[in-house]
């Protein structure tokens, strides 16, 4: 059981388009992370969030914009994608960042960039 | 720094037999070592992980691992494949010092299991 929830499970956009990811978790955790997921390469850490305050952004384009407006919910917002962010896009949390804490993930959006 | 590697993209083997899945990792501090099961279109779970103390791991679905630190390798076996193992496995390690809360995960073994 994971706790982590993520909407839209998929998710279609052209180029011009602006969407946004939702992650909230109901585990009282006071972390908050994207990842990355493409075929063939390892997860790639996004962002990190610890107490609502951004501690990592893994140079990632600026296309991508996170907001976590609280410890329980994070967002990925999206404007003028590639083709090459199509990818799976796991949220996930933990009590803190850092010290060894077990991630819990959610399902995933899949997204394809048209 | 740190980085995983995972021998074997994919790995068959037969209802009933040995898994063995590999990993070897790298870091320049101690190291927290976890191994992770995704099953389609799900998100990552945690099988188990290693932080301190006792070398020999015990995980979820009877799943274990022993970290052995002068073969740098965390490798993940379960003594009887069962048919519901099937999924990707992904090892992972972080860095044992506060506020470094990078996960690092290796690129995945499919886990095939034959009936």
């Known amino acids: 059981e994971t706790g982590v929830t993520q909407t839209p499970r998929h998710l279609v956009m052209g180029m011009t388009n602006k969407k946004s990811l939702k992650c909230e978790q109901h585990l009282g955790h006071n972390a908050m992370y994207w990842y990355k997921q493409s075929a063939k390469k390892p997860l790639e850490l996004m962002f990190v969030?610890?107490?609502?305050?951004?501690?990592e952004n893994n140079s990632v384009p600026s296309r991508f914009s996170p907001e976590c407006p609280n410890s329980s919910h994070l967002f990925l917002h999206l404007h003028t994608l590639q083709p090459e962010d199509s990818a799976l896009y796991l949220c996930?949390?933990?009590?803190?960042?850092?010290?060894?804490?077990?991630?819990?993930f959610g399902p995933g959006t899949r997204l394809l960039v048209l | 720094a740190q980085s995983v590697t995972q021998l074997g993209s994919h790995v068959s083997v037969s209802e009933g037999a040995l898994v063995l899945l590999r990993c070897n990792y790298s870091s320049s501090v101690p190291p927290y070592l976890f191994w992770y099961v995704q099953y389609p279109n799900q998100g990552l779970q945690l099988l188990l992980k290693?932080?301190?103390?006792?070398?020999l791991v015990k995980g979820i679905n009877g799943f274990e691992a022993e970290f052995k630190k002068s073969e740098t390798s965390f490798h993940l076996t379960k003594p009887s494949a069962h048919m519901s193992d099937a999924a990707e496995y992904f090892c992972?390690?972080?860095?044992?010092?506060?506020?470094?809360?990078?996960?690092?995960f290796g690129t995945g073994t499919r886990l095939t299991i034959i009936p």
């Open positions: 290693y932080t301190t103390g006792a070398t």
């Open positions: 969030y610890n107490f609502k305050e951004q501690t």
């Open positions: 992972a390690v972080s860095a044992a010092n506060f506020g470094n809360e990078k996960l690092t």
């Open positions: 996930a949390s933990s009590r803190a960042a850092g010290t060894g804490e077990t991630q819990y």
